[in-house]
Every structure is written in structure tokens, then in C-alpha cells.
């Protein structure tokens, strides 16, 4: 347990002029407050505040955010009340407690719904004083450090609370260090062997590299000195968690991560850092693309520094950030930082400054609050702006229109209101004509060119990326693409009452839609073009004696695969003969009728994007939009059509193709294989396609609920050691 004067001497370690009496104080107050509480380590519990303190004093806080840090559990666990912290410690310290009281009591509900309504709390509490913010950071870092003495469940659930708000909201804070380690214990609760298998590799390869890190750091820094720049050069490498999520945000292999090692220079001043980039260009080769200036252009989290990769030493690439000292302490520790530098190193501030990046994202933030929205709403929002970083733009008139990265103009009209992206058809960016599907970048102004009596297109519905948007481009699109199959529905039905040699009319046709069990003449015509509806029933409906000889073929059911398919999807599919349950049991909208229903080779699973093609007399199947295969059907809009999943929780298993590159080892396909199986996945075929003395390639027919299960085997699969490649394979 840290001890009194331990942390009295941390603090003064940075802060000469910090009131010892004070920090005394608060510690002999806490211990007989807590007494002999206990942790569920069986430690005492006031260990933790005094830890939660520790932390604080590494990021160099000023003594009421230490003493609210040594105070924040009193209130809430033992008898201390907020007039009494006032009294003894000051109404400054008693409001920090207060709002961390507050806090506390919020800590570990599990519906999503209470959830969203303590994250509201959490910044409503952080817009009285953003040191709050730091207390709770640090105290949810202690509680995460101490983890493994919690039950499984409530683990689970502190860690994925963990990951989805404390890390990405220090992040947006800046504070880097703290962010990494929030991710890296989150990610070892949740997810025990992908952490292990990263970890061991990051190690294997710190053991593989020590000598050339060395040489590099050497040669940069002799480079460095004889141009007369003193510099810091130290190697770094990337934390677990952050190389896992690239590995599954890029589909990367372990290997194919070029940026698992880097360098950092720390010069004294900005000139120096441009210095730096001189020297180390002439030097070393640049690669192109790679270089990032963000001194001019900070990030939003006041993130400085300049990125560049170049073939160093031993034609090695070797990734550089330059920076400042100063930049190098907000790079760590964001907004706490920023205290310490508005009055200078020696008295720590308490008020951070308000021109920060962070700071400003923390009031737009919560000034979105009092706007009222509901707070699932609310949490979904800044979840969103959490991960993705947000882009703001402007309308001309001023309004701020807050976007996830990547929204272009048609994410933007429809944000305005959906009659205006219902309606666009150009977008001005910044004042000059942009095409509506340009990415916006912060603080663009964004004017919208309608015309009225638009449809929006549908492909706009892939390229939305709100899902407002999306929702309103489906909505407007429904009735077009409505009247477009209807259209090609006529074209189906008049054919076939030409082949039956009679004459079609709407006026015939009316007396008959009962028989059809539809409404309007439209519906049955959509219907057909659908091909939810044979046209040779419109045909008989209009003349019950009429008799068709031209059948269509019964799938032949000897066909081993249709059998494998019906297994595997556990449903009975419908044969044009058949009139039993069938399409309507696929777990596919979008599909009624007699057209039986099959999926491409090599399958879809629930979460990819799908389409299905018609074939008139055959049926429908389903491919992924992605499929190379659909490209036969480009010239034929009329036989696509939309599908979509409707799987909730997915119970169901279907069929994927991934195949494997592995290094050629006794083994390698037992590995492989039990992954799949530890992950839920079932192997229904392996096949060995290549063989060389030293790699082999295997493919593997595997099942899977989803495809977000798909892409974890994947991921998992990837970082095995023996494997080079993984990839799924799409008929
Ligand atoms: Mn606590």
C-alpha cells in the first residue's frame, strides 16, 4: 500500500509548491473513512483510492484532482457526506467528489438503455469539470488493472464497457498511454487467446529485431548529431490490441503489417522537427504517400507530430515520428497535459485550456445534449464519433450537421431533412460544385442543388453511410423500383398470352384478381416481373380452361448437392411443382412465391450485402454483391433483385470457402482445423490444391453463423504462426 509520505513525495516530485498538509489531510480522512473495508482481492479497499491517486500523479496533476482522486469513494461507501468534504477540504474538492458520487452510482448496469443515460451523466458531469473525467479515467484503469478478481460475468461486462467508452473517449481526450492500456486489458478479458497469440508474436518479433532496433536508433541519432540536432530515438512497438483491430479492419496477415515497429526523434523545438525531415530525406529514400505533417494540421485530439516512412538502414522501412518535447507529453496524455502547460512546468494548472481540440469536441459533445436527444440516440451518436471520428460540416445558413468519417453530400441532405436529400441532384462544397458522393471533410459548407420530382437512385443506399440516409433512400426508392418490375412484369405477361395465342387487356385481367389473391392489376403485374408470380397463372386466371404444356424443370432431387443443401440450410426448398413451405422459411425478405431458391457456390452468410438473380423458369439465387459471378448479369437489371437477410439471432450455419497458405509442417492443418472448431465453425470439406516443399495451400468449406463470426475465424486464423494467407473465396 502506498504510504503518506509516498504519496507526498510523488507529488512534489513535479509540483514543489503542492500543500502537503492538505494531501495528509485527505489520506488520514480516507483510511478511517473506508476502515477495514475490503476489496474483492481481499486487499483493503483503500488501497484503490490510493492507486487511483498514483495514477493521477503519473499524468502530474495539481492537488485537488489528487485529493478528489484519494476522496472519490468516500461519499458513496462509507458515512462521508459532501458538506463535511466541504468543510474540511474546500467546496472545489467537495464538487469534484460530488460529481464522481454521481458517477459511481451509475458504474456497471447492463441494459443498453442505462447504459446511454450514464454515458449522458458521465459528460454531464465532465461539463462541470473535465477533472472529473481524469479521476474517473484513472479510477476505471485501477478497477480494470484489478480485474481478475471479479466474477467471469461481471468481467465481461466492465471489460466490453471499457472498450466501447472509457478507451475511445481517452482517446478523443489524447490520452494515449491510458487509452493502450484500457484496450490491451480489455481485449486480455475478452478475447484471453487472440491477446496471448498476439502478444507472443509481438514478443517473437521484439527477440528477432533487438539488433537491428539498435543499429537503426544508433544510425539516426549519429545522422542526427552531425548536422548538429540533439535528438531522443527510441523504437516503439504497436500495442496488441490496436495491431489486432488492424489485422481485422484491413484483413491484414500478421505479416503484412508494415508498421508494427516504429521510430519516435523528441527534439526540443518545431524548427528542429522539420530539421529532422531534412536530414533524415536526404539521407534515406522516402516512401511516397506516407508522409504526415500534423504540427500545421493537428488532429482532432491535438495530436502533433510529423509521420514519415523512408528505406533506412539495411534497406529496412523504417517509420519515423518527429516531435517536440511538449508534443510528445499531449501525444501521451492529451487534455492532462494541456494543464500542465498553460502557466508553464512548475505550477500545474487546474483549468485546461479551452482552445484544445479536446476541450472544444468535449463542449460541442455536450452541448448536443441539451438539444435533447434521446440518450440511446445520443449514445449510438457519440459511439459512432467515438470510433470514427466525426467530420462537421457547415449548411450555408450555419448549422452544424455532425457526420461519421466518410459521409459524403447525400449523408448530408438527408441529415438537413429527408425532402432535401430525397430531392438532390448536386452538391456545392465549399462554394464550388462537388459530385454528391465526394467524402466531406471537416468544416466544409455544404449547399445542396435539388430538383424537384426526383427519385433518389438506389444505389445511393449502398454508399450512405447514415443510417437515416439509407432508411430514406430504401423508403423512396421502394415505389420506383415497384413500378419498374410492374413494367417488366407487363412485358412477361403479354409474352405469354401471345405463346398461348390469346390477347391480354387490363379489362380481362380485373375480374380475375381474386383468383390471384391480389389487389390491382399493378401488384400482379409487379408480382411477375418479381417473379414472386408465374405469368402462365395470370394466363389460367384469365382462362381457367387454358392448359400450359411447356413445364418448367423439377429440380432433379437426385442431385446430391440440392440434398446438401437442404441440410445444410435446414429448410425445404421449393420445387416450381411443389406448393409445401419453402422459400418463405429462408431466412431471406424479399423472396414469396413458386421460384425456388439457391445460393451460389461457396454460399452467403447472414451480414454480407446480397442480390438475388432470377432465372424465368428456374428459380433465384442469391450471391453476395461481391461475387465476381454477377457480372454476367450486368446487361440485366430486370433479373435482379433485392434481397435482404432476416435473421435475428442466428441459429442457423451456412456455408463459406476460405482458403488457407500455411507454412508446410506437420500440423498446420490441425491447427488450423481446431480453431475453426474452438470458434463454433464446422468444417465440411478440406482439400489440399497446392503443394510446394514449403508452403501448401488448403481449402477449407466451412459453416458459419454469420459473417461476423466468419471474419473472427479468419482473423484468428491469421494469426497463427504457420500461416501466410487466409482468405475467403466467393463464387
Ligand atoms: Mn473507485
Not at 483510492?49 to 472519490?72: G, K, N, S, Y
Not at 464522481?100 to 449522458?120: G, I, P
Not at 458459419?704 to 479468419?714: A, E, Q, R
Amino acid at each position: 500500500m502506498l504510504r503518506q509520505y509516498e504519496l507526498v513525495d510523488r507529488v512534489r516530485r513535479y509540483n514543489p509548491h503542492t500543500d502537503e498538509d492538505l494531501l495528509n489531510r485527505a489520506y488520514v480522512y480516507a483510511m478511517r473513512a473506508h476502515g477495514q473495508q475490503k476489496r474483492a482481492s481481499g486487499d483493503l479497499y483503500f488501497t484503490h483510492p490510493l492507486e487511483v491517486a498514483a495514477i493521477l500523479t503519473e499524468l502530474r496533476l495539481d492537488d485537488a484532482t489528487i485529493v478528489a482522486a484519494v476522496l472519490h469513494d468516500t461519499i458513496e461507501d462509507t458515512g462521508a457526506t459532501k458538506a463535511e468534504i466541504d468543510s474540511l477540504f474546500g467546496p472545489e474538492i467537495g464538487q469534484l467528489v460530488d460529481g464522481l458520487t454521481k458517477l459511481k452510482k451509475l458504474d456497471l448496469v447492463s441494459k443498453r438503455a442505462a447504459q446511454a443515460e450514464n454515458f449522458r451523466k458521465l459528460l454531464l458531469a465532465i461539463s462541470e469539470d473535465v477533472r472529473v473525467l481524469l479521476v474517473k479515467l484513472a479510477d476505471r484503469l485501477h478497477n480494470m488493472r484489478t480485474l481478475h478478481y471479479v466474477s467471469a460475468e461481471k468481467r465481461a461486462r466492465i471489460a466490453e464497457e471499457t472498450l466501447d467508452i472509457y478507451a475511445p473517449l481517452a482517446g478523443r481526450m489524447g490520452m494515449q498511454t491510458l487509452r493502450d492500456e484500457l484496450e490491451n486489458l480489455s481485449f486480455r478479458y475478452l478475447m484471453p487467446e487472440a491477446f496471448a497469440m498476439v502478444s507472443t508474436r509481438l514478443e517473437d518479433l521484439r527477440e528477432t529485431n533487438r539488433e537491428l532496433i539498435r543499429t537503426i536508433e544508433e544510425e539516426l541519432a549519429h545522422e542526427l548529431g552531425l548536422q548538429g540536432i540533439e535528438a531522443e530515438v527510441r523504437g516503439r512497438q504497436k500495442q496488441p490490441y490496436s495491431v489486432w483491430s488492424k489485422m481485422e479492419r484491413k484483413s491484414l496477415a500478421f505479416e503484412q503489417l508494415s508498421d508494427i515497429f516504429g521510430f519516435r526523434v523528441v527534439v526540443s523545438d518545431v524548427d528542429e522537427c522539420y530539421r529532422v525531415i531534412g536530414v533524415v530525406h536526404t539521407k534515406w529514400p522516402m516512401v511516397p504517400g506516407r508522409f504526415k505533417d500534423y504540427i500545421s494540421t493537428p488532429k482532432q485530439n491535438d495530436y502533433r507530430s510529423i509521420h514519415t516512412t523512408v528505406v533506412g538502414p539495411g534497406r529496412q522501412r523504417v517509420e519515423l515520428q518527429v516531435r517536440t518535447r511538449e508534443m510528445h507529453d499531449i501525444a501521451r496524455f492529451g487534455i492532462a497535459a494541456h494543464a500542465l502547460y498553460k502557466d508553464g512546468r512548475d505550477a500545474p494548472a487546474p483549468v485546461l485550456s479551452q482552445e484544445s481540440n479536446a476541450y472544444q469536441w468535449l463542449k460541442r459533445t455536450i452541448d448536443m445534449l441539451a438539444e435533447g436527444s434521446s440518450p440511446e440516440e445520443f449514445l449510438e451518436h457519440t459511439r459512432l464519433e467515438l470510433f470514427h471520428d466525426q467530420v462537421f460540416c457547415f449548411t450555408p445558413k450555419g448549422r452544424l450537421i455532425a457526420l461519421p468519417r466518410g459521409a459524403t453530400p447525400i449523408d448530408f441532405a438527408y441529415a438537413v431533412h429527408t425532402s432535401v436529400g430525397n430531392s438532390a441532384v448536386g452538391a456545392k462544397i465549399n462554394g464550388r460544385l462537388a459530385p454528391l458522393l465526394a467524402p466531406l471533410n471537416n468544416g466544409d459548407e455544404v449547399e445542396i442543388v435539388r430538383a424537384e420530382g426526383q427519385t433518389p437512385p438506389a444505389a445511393w443506399e449502398a454508399i450512405a453511410v447514415t443510417g437515416k440516409a439509407r432508411a430514406a433512400i430504401r423508403r423512396a426508392t421502394r415505389d420506383a423500383v415497384r413500378a419498374q418490375y410492374a413494367g417488366l412484369g407487363r412485358q412477361i405477361v403479354l409474352r405469354a398470352f401471345e405463346r398461348a395465342g390469346k390477347k391480354f387487356s387490363e379489362d380481362k385481367l380485373r375480374p380475375a384478381l381474386p383468383r390471384l389473391a391480389r389487389s390491382s392489376i399493378e401488384d400482379v403485374l409487379a408480382a411477375v416481373g418479381r417473379g414472386e408470380m408465374f405469368s402462365g397463372d395470370v394466363v389460367k386466371a384469365v382462362y381457367p380452361d387454358f392448359k400450359e404444356e411447356r413445364k418448367a424443370p423439377a429440380p432433379d432431387r437426385s442431385d446430391p448437392g440440392w440434398f446438401r443443401m437442404q441440410k445444410a440450410y435446414g429448410v425445404e426448398f421449393k420445387s416450381p411443382g411443389g406448393a409445401t413451405a419453402g422459400a418463405d422459411a429462408l431466412p431471406i425478405r424479399g423472396l414469396q412465391g413458386d421460384l425456388p431458391v439457391t445460393f451460389a457456390p461457396n454460399g452467403a452468410v447472414p451480414g454480407d450485402r446480397i442480390v438475388g438473380i432470377m432465372t424465368p423458369g428456374e428459380g433465384i439465387t442469391v450471391y453476395p454483391i461481391q461475387s465476381p459471378a454477377l457480372a454476367a448479369f450486368d446487361d440485366q437489371p430486370e433479373r435482379w433483385l433485392d434481397v435482404r437477410w432476416d435473421v435475428e439471432d442466428a441459429q442457423a450455419l451456412f456455408p463459406a470457402r476460405i482458403v488457407v497458405a500455411a507454412i508446410n509442417e506437420p500440423g498446420s492443418l490441425g491447427a488450423v482445423a481446431s480453431l475453426i472448431g474452438e470458434q463454433g465453425g464446422n468444417i465440411d470439406d478440406v482439400t489440399f490444391n497446392k503443394k510446394s516443399p514449403d508452403f501448401r495451400q488448403m481449402t477449407f468449406d466451412i459453416q458459419v453463423f454469420d459473417l461476423k463470426h466468419l471474419n473472427d475465424i479468419l482473423t484468428r486464423i491469421r494469426v497463427l504462426p504457420m500461416v501466410h494467407s487466409v482468405e475467403r473465396v466467393i463464387g
